[in-house]
C-alpha cells in the first residue's frame, strides 16, 4: 500500500481498521518532504516532533476507540495562519523571526479534529503574487516541472500536496491564491463564501476579500476538511453567524437538470485554444450528466481587475502598516530616530510586491485620489456583485477556465506586474463578491495540468462541491499526478 | 504681551476626549483599568500582533446612546468605523479604529450659563474610538518606552461647533459636558489621569467680521483652569502677532502649564494625510429602536432636570439648585440629607457651608465626607425639632467630623439638649439682669441694640443651649417692665 | 497617470517606506503603470450605485464588556526586538511629534 496516494476517507478508514498508525502515516509524509522538498521548497517549516506528537496522541484516542472525526490524517497549514509556539512568516522578512503566541481559529478547528500538522507552507509574502516567486523563504517549485511556477500565493500548499508530501493543505484566497495554484498543480482548491472560515489569526492582506480555505486531490477531500474549518467564530466580526455547513452529505447527488453559466464575457477574451478545447470538453461531460448549460453575462466583470488592484492594495497598506519594528518582527539595525526605525525596518523588511502594493494603496487612500480610485472602486465593486446576484436567478453555478494558460516558468512575468496580475482575471470576481468558488482540474497541455472554474451563489459550497465530485466521478483528470 | 481685546472676538472649538469607563476595552477583552504595571493589560488584539480582530464591546453603545440624548442629539443607525491611517510608536496597528462619516452621535446642543445669561453650543458631534498607548521618556539610556495598557482604550470625542467666545465660556461649556458624563457614569472625567482631555480650537477676528481668521490647535490641556489659561494665552498671541503684522500659521500647539504659554509642535516634512476608509473587520452597526428605548430606560435624572426639581420639589433658590445639581455626587448627598431632615433649605446650607469648608479644608470629595448625609440628616433634624440649637449644632459638627459617634449619642453624653423650660430660662435671664444693672438703667433709658448684649449673656450662662426664640421672648417682656 | 518625484516621496513617506533615490524612477514606472490600469473604472456609470466596503449585508455582532484576557507579558515580550522593564524600547520619541 502506498500511503501517500490514499485519500483522507481511506486514510480513515486505514486508521479505523488498524491498517497503519497515523505515527506510520505522519513519519512517511515526514519522510518524502526530507527526501525531496529541498527541490521543491514548499515548506517554510517542518514541524515534525509537534507533528508526531500529535499522531502518536491520535493514535492512543484509536486505541481507546474516541477517535475524532479527522483523527491522525496529516495536514499542511499555510504559514499565513498563527500557531501557537511556532515560527509563522507569511513568507516574508518582516515576520522570519515570529513565533505566534496565539494559534488562528482554523488551525484550532482542526486541531481539535484530531489533524496532524506537517508543518508550514510557503507563500508569496503576505499572500501578494500568483507566482509564488516573492516568497523571502525562496521560490517554489512545480512539481510537474521544476522549471515552471507553481502559482500562487498558496504555492507552497499547492505544490506539497501535488507531490505528495502532504495528503492536504490549507490555504487562502484573497483574489485566486487558492483557485490559480490548485489550477496550475492539478488540484482541486475550494475558496468560500466571505465569512464561512474565521479570519482570526489569519494574516490578513486584504481583509474584505480574504477568505481561507483548502487545496487536496479531491472534491471530497476538500469537503471533508473545508467541513472542519468553517463555521462562526465570535472572535471575527465578519464571520457568517452559521453552522458548518454539511458538505459530504450530497456530495453523490445528480446534477441532473441543473444549470451551468457560462458567462460570456469571459470567453469573449482571447484564451489560448488549449484553454478552449479544455473547458468544452468539461461542459460536454457535464451535458451527459444531463446539465444544462446557458448563457449568462457579466457584463462588468471587465471592471474586476482595477477594483481589485485598487482596493486590496488600499487595505492592505493599512493591514501592513503594524509591522513597525516595535513589538515584534524584523527591526533595522541601528535606528537613529523613531522615523528611521519606522522607514528602514519597512523598506528591508519587505520584498519589492508588497511595497508596490503598500504604495499604490496608500496612494489610492490618499486626500486627492480617494474619491476617483477607492471610492470609484467601491461602486464598481457593487456592479460585479450586482451582475453575479442577477446571474445566478438563472444558474446553479457559473463555469469558466481558472486561469488563462498552464504553468509559466520561473522569472517570465516578475518583471512585468500587470502581466502577473492578469493570472488572477478569471478568479477576482468571485472574491469581489464574496462569493464560493473552485477549481478543478480538467486537462493538460505540454505536460502541464489546467483547471476549470466553478464560481457558486452565497452560502453554496455544497452544491459547488457537488458539481464538482460528480466530475471527478466521470474523469480522471483529478488523479494524475506527476513524478518527483 | 499687552493687546487690546476690545475690538477682537474669539472663536473657539473644543474637541474633548472622554474615556469611557468600560470594563474591557473597546475592541478587545483585556482589563482598563488604571495604573497597572506596563503592558500587563494589553493583550494581543492591543499589540496588533498578525492576524487579530477587532470585536465591538457592546456597553460602549450605550454610553454613546446615552450621551447622545443627554447632547440632545441624533443617534445615527447605521454607524460605521473608520480606520484612520498615522504612525506613530503607540499606536499598534498603524491605524486607528475611529468613526468618519457615519458618527454615532451627531448635531446636539447643550446650554451653558454665561454671565449674560443662557447660551447654546451646538455640539457637531460624538464618535467612538480606541485611544492609544503611552511613549514614556525617562531613563531607558536614551530611549523611549512603550507602555500598551491604556492603547484601545474607549474614548468618545465630543466636537463642538466654533461657537464659544471667550475662555469662561469654555471652561463653563467643559464643566458642563463633565457634569453629564458624571452623571451618566459612562467616565470618571478625571482630568489628571487623562480620562478627560480637551483640544482647544482657537482664532480671532475683528468685532463684526463675518469670515473666521486662521485658528490653531492647542493641545495636552489638563485641567479646566489651564483650559482658560492656555485658550487665554492663544487669544493674546494671536492678536498680538495679528497687530504686529504678522500672519497666523494653521498649526497644533503644546500647552505648557509651568511657563502658561503655548508652543507649535515640531513641524513635519510632509503634511499628515489620514487616509480614512471604511474599516473592513468590522461591519456597519444597526442600532434598532429596542436597543436604543432599552438604553434610554436607564438614563438617569440629568443636571438641569435636577435643578429644575430642586426648585419645584424643595423650594431652594435657583442658584443653590444650581450649584448642587451640577455634581451628581454632591446632589445625591443632598437628596440623602433631606430624607432625613426633611428640612431641604437647611439641608442645603449645611452641605454647602459647613460641610464643604470642611471637605475644600482637607480636600477631600463628597464621596469622602467623614460624616455621612445620614448624621448630617440627623443633625439637621435635631434642629429642627428644637432639641439642640444651631450654633450646639455647629459643635457637635465638628465632632461628627473627626468621630465615630451618633449625633445622639453626642447630644445625650454631653448634655447639649437645649434648654426650652419656660422657668429655667426666665431665672437664668433674672440672673443676668440682676448683675448687670448700669446696662439694664441704659437700655431703658432709650439704648435699644444693647438687647444683643443680654441675649449674648443669657446663652453664655446657658452654655449655649438655651432656645434663642425663647430667650429673645422672655428677655424682651422682662426688659420692658 | 504620471507621478512626480515629489509625489512618490509623500507617498512613501506616508506609508512609512524609504525608498532610495536611485531606485525612484524604476518604481515610477511601476506604479505608473498600474495607475493606468485604473482609468478603465472611468468608463463605469456609478452614478447609481452605492459604494460596497464589504461582501456582507450584515449588521455588526458585540461582545460583552467582560475582561477575558488575562495578562500574558511575558509571553508577548519574547517576539520583541527590543525591551526593558517590561516595555517595548524605541528610539526616543519626542512629545507631540506625530
Avoid at chain 1, 464571520?239 to 452529505?249: E, F, G, I, K, V
Avoid at chain 1, 497541455?445 to 458539481?467: D, R, T
Avoid at chain 2, 457637531?124 to 523611549?144: C, I, M, N, V, W
Avoid at chain 2, 445620614?374 to 459643635?395: C, M, V
Amino acid at each position: 500500500m502506498e500511503l501517500n496516494k490514499l485519500s483522507l476517507s481511506e486514510i480513515k478508514i486505514g486508521l479505523e481498521k488498524g491498517d497503519f498508525t497515523s505515527t506510520e502515516l505522519t513519519s512517511h509524509y515526514l519522510e518524502r518532504i526530507d527526501k525531496h522538498d529541498e527541490q521543491l521548497n514548499s515548506f517554510i517549516s517542518v514541524t515534525s516532533d509537534h507533528a508526531l506528537e500529535q499522531a502518536k496522541a491520535a493514535d492512543q484516542r484509536y486505541k481507546n476507540e474516541d477517535a475524532l472525526p479527522l483523527d491522525g490524517i496529516p495536514i499542511a497549514h499555510k504559514d499565513i495562519f498563527c500557531t501557537k509556539g511556532i515560527l509563522t512568516t507569511c513568507g516574508s522578512r518582516m515576520l522570519s523571526n515570529f513565533e505566534s503566541p496565539y494559534s488562528a481559529t482554523v488551525y484550532e478547528k482542526l486541531d481539535k479534529q484530531g489533524m496532524v500538522m506537517l508543518g508550514k507552507t510557503n507563500m508569496d509574502e503576505f499572500a501578494m503574487g500568483s507566482s509564488n516567486e516573492t516568497s523571502f523563504f525562496g521560490k517554489v517549485k512545480n512539481p510537474w516541472n521544476q522549471d515552471y511556477v507553481p502559482g500562487g500565493s498558496s504555492g507552497g500548499s499547492a505544490a506539497c500536496v501535488s507531490a505528495e508530501l502532504a495528503p492536504v493543505a490549507t490555504a487562502t484566497d484573497t483574489g485566486g491564491s487558492i483557485r490559480q495554484p490548485a489550477s496550475l498543480c492539478g488540484l482541486t482548491g475550494i475558496k468560500p463564501t466571505y465569512g464561512r472560515v474565521s479570519r482570526y489569526g489569519m494574516i490578513a492582506f486584504a481583509s474584505s476579500l480574504d477568505q481561507g480555505g483548502v487545496i487536496a486531490r479531491s472534491a471530497e477531500d476538500a469537503a471533508l476538511v473545508l467541513e472542519a474549518m468553517s463555521g462562526h467564530d465570535p472572535k471575527d466580526s465578519t464571520s457568517l453567524n452559521l453552522d458548518a455547513p454539511d458538505l459530504t452529505a450530497n456530495l453523490n447527488d445528480s446534477i441532473k437538470g441543473m444549470k451551468i453559466g457560462l458567462p460570456k464575457e469571459f470567453f469573449d477574451r482571447e484564451i489560448p485554444s488549449f484553454v478552449e478545447n479544455s473547458i468544452e470538453e468539461a461542459i460536454a461531460v457535464y451535458k451527459d450528466l444531463g446539465a444544462e448549460i446557458v448563457e449568462v453575462s457579466l457584463k462588468n466583470i471587465n471592471l474586476s481587475l482595477p477594483v481589485y488592484y485598487i482596493i486590496a492594495p488600499a487595505e492592505c497598506s493599512a493591514n501592513l502598516s503594524r509591522y513597525d519594528g516595535v513589538r515584534y518582527g524584523y527591526r533595522c539595525e541601528d535606528p537613529e530616530n523613531i522615523e528611521d526605525l519606522f522607514m528602514r525596518t519597512r523598506e528591508e523588511g519587505f520584498g519589492a510586491e508588497v511595497k508596490r502594493r503598500i504604495l499604490i494603496g496608500t496612494y489610492a487612500l490618499s486626500a486627492g485620489y480617494y474619491d476617483a480610485y477607492y471610492l470609484k472602486a467601491q461602486k464598481c465593486r457593487q456592479l460585479v456583485a450586482n451582475d453575479f446576484n442577477e446571474a445566478f436567478k438563472n444558474v446553479d453555478v457559473i463555469l469558466s477556465p481558472t486561469t488563462p494558460g498552464t504553468s509559466f516558468k520561473a522569472g517570465e512575468k516578475t518583471n512585468d506586474p500587470i502581466e502577473m496580475y492578469l493570472q488572477d482575471i478569471f478568479t477576482i470576481p468571485a472574491n469581489l463578491a464574496g462569493l464560493p468558488g473552485l477549481s478543478i482540474p480538467c486537462g493538460e497541455h505540454n505536460g502541464l495540468p489546467l483547471g476549470m472554474q466553478l464560481v457558486g451563489n452565497s452560502l453554496e459550497e455544497a452544491k459547488l462541491l457537488q458539481f464538482a465530485h460528480s466530475f471527478q466521478s466521470n474523469t480522471n483528470w483529478h488523479k494524475k499526478m506527476p513524478n518527483i | 504681551m499687552s493687546v487690546n481685546l476690545d475690538n477682537w472676538e474669539a472663536v473657539i472649538g473644543l474637541e474633548i476626549h472622554v474615556q469611557l469607563s468600560t470594563k474591557s476595552k473597546l475592541f478587545s477583552g483585556a482589563s482598563t483599568d488604571f495604573g497597572a504595571l506596563p503592558n500587563t493589560q494589553a493583550c494581543n488584539i492591543d499589540l496588533a500582533l498578525p492576524g487579530v480582530l477587532p470585536v465591538l464591546n457592546e456597553e460602549v453603545l450605550k454610553m454613546a446612546i446615552k450621551l447622545g440624548k443627554a447632547l440632545n442629539a441624533e443617534i445615527n443607525s447605521p454607524t460605521s468605523f473608520a480606520r484612520k491611517n498615522y504612525f506613530y510608536p503607540d499606536s499598534p496597528k498603524g491605524y486607528q479604529i475611529s468613526q468618519m462619516d457615519k458618527p454615532i452621535v451627531e448635531t446636539g446642543y447643550l446650554d451653558i450659563e454665561t454671565e449674560e445669561g443662557k447660551k447654546r453650543i451646538g455640539v457637531t458631534r460624538a464618535h467612538l474610538e480606541e485611544d492609544a498607548g503611552k511613549s514614556l521618556h525617562d531613563d531607558f539610556e536614551g530611549q523611549s518606552g512603550i507602555d500598551l495598557n491604556r492603547a484601545g482604550t474607549p474614548l468618545l470625542e465630543i466636537v463642538s461647533e466654533p461657537e464659544i467666545n471667550s475662555p469662561q465660556e469654555a471652561v463653563a461649556y467643559l464643566k458642563s459636558i463633565h457634569s453629564i458624563i458624571r452623571y451618566l457614569d459612562i467616565s470618571d472625567g478625571n482630568m489628571a489621569e487623562g480620562s478627560m482631555r480637551c483640544d482647544a480650537n482657537v482664532s480671532v477676528r475683528k468685532k463684526g467680521e463675518k469670515d473666521l481668521g486662521i485658528r490653531t490647535e492647542t493641545k495636552n490641556v489638563n485641567s479646566f483652569r489651564f483650559v482658560e489659561k492656555a485658550i487665554q494665552y492663544e487669544i493674546e498671541r494671536q492678536i498680538h502677532e495679528i497687530e504686529s503684522g504678522n500672519k497666523i500659521t494653521q498649526e497644533t500647539r503644546l500647552y505648557d502649564s509651568q511657563t502658561n504659554t503655548t508652543r507649535p509642535m515640531r513641524s513635519k516634512e510632509f503634511a499628515n494625510d489620514y487616509r480614512y476608509f471604511p474599516e473592513p473587520d468590522l461591519l456597519p452597526i444597526n442600532l434598532d429602536k429596542s436597543f436604543i428605548d432599552e438604553v434610554m430606560a436607564t438614563m438617569p435624572e440629568m443636571p438641569s432636570e435636577k435643578k429644575e426639581r430642586f426648585i419645584s420639589e424643595f423650594g431652594l433658590s435657583a442658584y443653590d439648585a444650581e450649584l448642587l445639581a451640577a455634581d451628581k455626587d454632591l446632589a445625591d448627598f443632598f437628596e440623602d440629607v433631606n430624607a432625613v431632615s426633611k428640612s431641604p433649605k437647611l439641608s442645603a446650607n449645611w452641605i454647602m457651608g459647613e460641610l464643604s469648608a470642611e471637605l475644600n479644608n482637607e480636600n477631600l470629595t463628597i464621596r469622602e465626607s467623614k460624616v455621612t448625609s445620614n448624621k448630617l440628616g440627623q443633625l439637621i433634624l435635631r434642629i429642627e425639632d428644637g432639641t439642640i440649637s444651631g450654633k450646639i449644632a455647629k459643635e457637635i459638627f465638628e465632632k461628627l467630623w473627626s468621630s465615630d459617634n451618633e449625633v445622639d449619642e453626642i447630644i445625650q453624653s454631653e448634655g447639649l439638649e437645649q434648654v426650652t423650660d419656660d422657668k429655667e430660662i426666665e431665672s437664668m435671664i433674672d440672673e443676668v439682669i440682676n448683675s448687670n444693672p448700669e446696662q439694664l438703667e441704659q437700655y431703658r433709658s432709650g439704648k435699644d441694640r444693647l438687647f444683643g448684649f443680654f441675649v449674648g449673656q443669657v446663652m453664655k450662662a446657658s452654655q449655649g443651649k438655651a432656645n434663642p426664640k425663647q430667650v429673645n421672648d422672655i428677655l424682651r417682656k422682662k426688659l420692658e417692665k | 497617470m504620471s507621478l512626480s518625484d515629489q509625489e512618490l516621496k509623500e507617498i512613501a513617506y506616508l506609508a512609512r517606506i524609504n525608498v532610495k533615490d536611485e531606485s525612484l524612477s524604476a518604481l515610477k514606472v511601476e506604479l505608473e503603470e498600474i495607475l493606468k490600469l485604473f482609468e478603465e473604472l472611468n468608463e463605469a456609470d456609478t452614478s447609481e450605485v452605492d459604494a460596497m466596503s464589504h461582501p456582507l449585508d450584515l449588521s455588526q455582532p458585540v461582545r460583552k464588556d467582560e475582561v477575558t484576557e488575562k495578562n500574558e507579558r511575558e509571553e508577548l515580550l519574547k517576539n520583541a526586538p527590543s525591551a526593558k522593564s517590561g516595555l517595548f524600547l524605541v528610539p526616543k520619541v519626542i512629545e507631540g511629534e506625530g
